[in-house]
């Protein structure tokens, strides 16, 4: 079992930058990100332990991804933030081979969630 706290979460003008934090209570390789609209689940960015990183074609040149592992924390830097950013943010972790993925169905430890709210 691993245990996922995000933080970093607010509410910001289009344009601005915030950074979401995600402290695991063991280290796991294989990191990533969502954000859950009403529309649905996305996989933003996702990394693994050999710091290989995959970004979903929407945030990319925009959002990256990050892992201190002294610190077992993975972080998602979002810059140029748009509204249709507005989103709950969760990390997630897995056993996982391979690659990074976005493939929601592939994590198996999940986080709280943490609130990003863009405004225009």
């Known amino acids: 079992q691993v245990r996922l706290v995000e933080s970093g979460g607010d509410s910001v003008q289009a344009g601005g930058s915030l950074r979401l934090s995600c402290e695991a209570s063991?280290?796991?390789?294989?990191m990533a990100w969502f954000r859950q609209t009403p529309e649905g689940r996305e996989g933003v960015a996702a990394i693994d332990g050999r710091y290989y990183t995959k970004y979903a074609d929407s945030v990319k040149g925009r959002f990256a991804i990050s892992y201190d592992n002294a610190k077992n924390t993975v972080y998602l830097q979002m810059n140029n933030l748009r509204t249709d950013d507005t989103a709950m943010y969760y990390c997630a972790s897995g056993y996982i081979s391979g690659d990074p993925t976005l493939i929601a169905s592939e994590y198996k430890f999940w986080g709280q969630g943490t609130q990003v709210t863009v405004s225009a």
């Open positions: 063991a280290y796991r390789p294989h």
